[in-house]
Nanobody, 120 residues
């Protein structure tokens, strides 16, 4: 089971930290990812970290950073310099893969989502 938290309202240019706590599975035994569902209603890949530790991001801007807190069995997504287009429901997911996949269908386990709203 995955539990996402940390969403809320942030101003443009601000920062936010999302957490995904895993229970019943060990975070380091899976690849994990974050997806955003915006107004378009489809979930898009934001960032992932593989079981092998390799990180991926949907952008090279450096605004999104994914990491693991192994002591808390948690995956963290940090957002910096937030923009209105970052608004949406953020979902964390886990996949039994060495390398983090980037498609929704590749992930078997999903959290419930946390809302992020970036005001302009």
């Amino acid at each position: 089971q995955l539990q996402a938290s940390g969403g809320g309202l942030v101003q443009t240019g601000g920062s936010l930290r999302l957490s995904c706590a895993a229970s019943g599975l060990t975070s380091t035994s899976y690849s994990e990812g974050w997806f955003r569902q915006g107004a378009e209603k489809s979930r898009g890949f934001v960032a992932g970290i593989g079981r092998n530790g390799v990180r991926k991001s949907h952008t090279n801007s450096g605004r999104f950073t994914i990491s693991r807190d192994t002591a808390k069995n948690t995956v963290v997504l940090e957002l910096k310099n937030a923009k209105p287009e970052d608004t949406g429901v953020y979902y964390c997911a886990a996949a039994d893969r060495d390398d983090a996949p980037v498609t929704v269908r590749s992930f078997a386990y999903w959290g419930q989502g946390t809302q992020v709203t970036v005001s302009s």
